[in-house]
């Protein structure tokens, strides 16, 4: 009877390609060995150590194969699983350099907070690999995957501030929302797969664009592509799928916070712009309007939400939303010029956020960031005063800096597309929220507080470390941005079959 | 086979989760309701997978049925975390944070 059984061969894998994954994963199960095998207790700054080892490693990893890559053209591997393109690459990069300041923040954040160090750092490094495998995923089943270890990984991490009420409260919000959503996706992924009868990307691309008839019936398909655009919506926080982001932003760790907005929300526009712009380019016509609607929405909640807001960090996460407004500006344009100001916008605001939160995790040393925290920081403060302001500007869209560069890409792709009213919107909306970010500005300049925090205000210097290196990529990149520009616009998914 | 029904069954059986969800006040009711959203998503995949005549369906379904293992794991230990601090789970009572 066994004889009758079918030889089971494995796929031809190219395990260079995935090294960047194996660098991560090995290093998040080196920090929970060591943690925990060894008969002496483990300085945090072990976990630190090794995180921002693997994190590093995998970017060079991912420079090396970009060269490749630029060199013989993108591939697939693990039987057309996996692709290895400019666009997987770019987000590998994005998603390691995250990874690093995430780390190096959480290194002063876990001694204070008493959050167990070995486990936040695992965490953050599985989520990342979640992360990369989403940008990477050339099949549903793949990027199905990698959205659940990212979610789970950081279901728990938003959980770690259990000592808290509202860090529980946030960790219930956001699994049970995280959960929800991401069943829409899949219901959406599973109408997909009925349709074309592939989970392939390439396969469904082929089946989608050459002709009509191979898709039956259209109309499922249609309402598909609609259960993914609200997955994929409540993933990168766009209104009106927004509500849970503001809560579980205030509930959760300063530095979890600033990985949700920064490599959790990157992740999920990877996966928007691979399967429903790519994969279901053909398609343009059902998709690019519900995108633009949301897009529009989202700039409008952000912008008019985060203005009646009294909580910093309540702000900055109504800011994000704004922010996912702006990017879907660049995804609806639907070209290749609007997915490369995206990616460009997700670049600049993985460091404008990462360095927020920094600042924020500095101040809010105990539960709650009130406005009033602020006043007076430039004089208690004046570099870290300084440096928040670069970011509030960044993100405000002040010339000079990325914030500027990357507005100014977005809607120039939607202008090039003739999508004037968005375009339109999208600047009276940066006017709007530019008033929220100079309330934050004027509260640490223009006015005195009473209270003399100060002793308390102690910045790490691995924090110190990432603020600065923020503060320089957001200068940098808003002077002279052609580099990162050129980047993007190699940073396309390719979805080719075959090694 | 009768496609159509087994489609039907799974969004009917979607929508009820979605109410679930939506409408329970104990937590673990809606963690089930999630399940069933899934379950649901389970049923359509089999079916498309016997329409095309494909094991990917299935295969598909055994990774979120493993998935949905490992969320399930996550999400009581969450909800264990706040009946032991409130002695309650009802997702009402989470209202620390608004507005």
Known sequence: ?499 | MLVNQFLLLGAFLFCTGVYGVLARRNAVMVLMSIELMLNAVNINLLTFGYLHNAVSGQVFALFIIAVAAAEVAVGLAIILLIYRNRASINVDELDLMRG
């Open chain 1, 1 to 499: 009877m066994f004889a009758q059984l079918t030889q089971f061969e494995s796929p031809p894998v190219d395990f260079f390609s995935l090294t960047p994954l194996f660098i991560l994963v090995g290093g998040a199960v080196v920090i929970m060995l060591v943690t925990s095998l060894s008969p002496r207790p483990i300085p945090g700054w072990f976990s630190t150590a090794v995180s921002v080892a693997a994190s590093a490693g995998a970017a060079v990893v991912a420079m090396v194969l970009w060269n490749d890559v630029r060199e013989s053209g993108p591939y697939s591997t693990v039987s057309d699983a996996i692709g290895i393109d400019g666009f997987s690459l770019f987000f590998t990069v994005l998603v390691s350099l995250g990874v690093i300041a995430t780390a190096l923040v959480g290194d002063a954040y876990v001694r204070r907070e008493h959050i167990a160090a070995p486990e936040f750092h695992a965490l953050l490094l599985t989520a990342a690999t979640g992360a990369i495998v989403m940008a990477s995923a050339n099949d549903l089943v793949v990027m199905f995957i990698g959205l659940e270890s990212l979610s789970i990984g950081l279901y728990i991490l938003a959980a770690m501030q259990f000592r808290r009420p509202h860090g529980r409260e946030a960790a219930m919000k956001y699994f049970v929302l995280g959960a929800f959503s991401s069943a829409f996706l899949l219901y959406g992924i599973a109408l997909v797969y009925g349709t074309t009868g592939s989970t392939s990307l390439i396969v469904i691309r082929e089946r989608t664009s050459s002709l009509g008839a191979m898709v039956s019936p259209s109309e499922l398909l249609i309402v598909g592509i609609a259960l993914l655009l609200v997955g994929f919506a409540f993933k990168v926080a766009a209104a009106p799928f927004h509500f849970w982001a503001p809560d579980v932003y205030e509930g959760s760790g300063s530095p979890v916070s600033g990985f949700m907005a920064s490599v959790a929300k990157a992740a999920a526009f990877a996966g928007l712009l691979r399967v429903v712009v790519v994969a279901l380019g053909a398609n343009e016509g059902d998709w690019a309007v519900p995108l633009a609607v949301l897009s529009a929405i989202s700039i409008i909640v952000g912008a008019v939400m985060a203005i009646t807001q009294n909580d910093v960090k309540r702000m900055l996460a109504f800011s994000s939303v704004g922010h996912a407004g702006y990017i879907l500006v660049g995804v609806q344009a639907a070209t290749a010029e609007g997915m490369s100001s995206a990616l460009f916008y997700l670049f600049a605001y993985t460091f404008m956020v990462i360095g927020s939160f920094a600042v924020v995790s500095v101040i809010g040393w105990d539960n709650g960031h009130p406005i009033e925290r602020y006043e007076g920081l430039a004089k208690r403060r004046p570099w870290l005063a300084g440096a928040f302001t670069v970011f509030l500007l960044a993100q405000a869209g002040v010339p000079m800096t990325a914030g500027f560069v990357a507005k100014f890409l977005v809607i120039k792709s939607a202008v090039a597309e003739e999508i004037y009213w968005l375009a339109i919107l999208a600047m009276v909306a940066s006017v709007i929220t530019a008033f929220m970010y100079l309330r934050i500005v004027m509260a640490m300049w223009a006015r005195d507080a009473d209270v003399d925090d100060a002793p308390r205000l102690a910045v790490a210097p691995a924090t110190a470390f990432v603020v600065a290196a923020a503060v320089a990529i957001t200068l940098v990149y808003g002077i002279i941005p052609d580099s990162l520009i050129e980047f993007t616009r190699d940073a396309v998914p390719a979805l080719v079959a075959g090694n």
